[in-house]
Nanobody
């Protein structure tokens, strides 16, 4: 199983960026998928998640600015980020939750997002 995330980069304050994550090796259409991020010196935190039914939830800090979506046919999840601020600077990780409660999460390698002021 592999999660490949891409789309990060350096962007100016107030601009937008789109992250993509494509999974391979297994069908994740029934799994919850999401994005986490970790800034230097901080703990990894949930940014946004989406269930197989399309129910979404967001961190308060990104509510109204970020939108998560998925494409089951492509086994992919996306994060559209608008109105970026330097506080959004972090490594963003793609995540897939296991179907069973005893299972382990699947993680991508992460993609760096840097927002300049």
């Amino acid at each position: 199983v592999q999660l490949q995330a891409f789309g990060g980069g350096l962007v100016q304050y107030g601009r937008s960026l789109r992250l993509s994550c494509v999974a391979s090796g297994t069908d994740f259409s029934r799994n919850r998928m999401g994005w986490y991020r970790q800034a230097p010196g901080k703990r990894r935190e949930l940014v946004a998640a989406i269930t197989s039914d399309g129910v979404t939830n967001y961190a308060d800090s990104v509510q109204g600015r970020f939108t998560i979506s998925r494409n089951k046919q492509r086994n992919a999840v996306y994060l559209h980020m608008n109105s970026l601020t330097p506080e959004d600077t972090a490594v963003y990780y793609c995540n897939v939750k296991p179907l069973a409660s005893w299972g382990e999460d699947f993680w991508g390698r992460g993609t760096q997002v840097t927002v300049s002021s």
